[in-house]
Nanobody, 115 residues
Framework: QVQLVESGGGLVQPGGSLRLSCAASGSIANINVMRWYRQVPGKERELVAG???????KYADSVKGRFTISVDNAKNTMYLQMNSLKSEDTAVYYC?????????WGQGTQVTVSS
């Protein structure tokens, strides 16, 4: 089992920045895919960014150049640095990790971009 705990959400003005964290614990040795998703009420969950095998990264077109996904292996933590935030980035953000035995999700953290 893998447990994921997210933090870092909150209220920020348009143009501002936030950094989300996703701390992993448990059987993390076989994790090879790590992703951030977001969801707005009434809409499907959207893949925001992903990192595979610790190095290959991919981003949704809507966040390219503004968001950066990274991993600190020493801290077993994944991050999502979000810059130049827009109102349309408002959503609940979820971290997710995949290992050889299953998929794991965090509880979600609210990000609200508003003046």
């Amino acid at each position: 089992q893998v447990q994921l705990v997210e933090s870092g959400g909150g209220l920020v003005q348009p143009g501002g920045s936030l950094r989300l964290s996703c701390a992993a614990s448990g059987s993390i040795a076989n994790i090879n895919v790590m992703r951030w998703y977001r969801q707005v009420p009434g809409k499907e969950r959207e893949l925001v960014a992903g990192i595979i095998s610790g190095s290959f990264t991919k981003y949704a077109d809507s966040v390219k150049g503004r968001f950066t996904i990274s991993v600190d292996n020493a801290k077993n933590t994944m991050y999502l640095q979000m810059n130049s935030l827009k109102s349309e980035d408002t959503a609940v953000y979820y971290c997710a990790m995949r290992s050889s035995v299953g998929d794991y999700w965090g509880q979600g953290t609210q990000v609200t971009v508003s003046s």
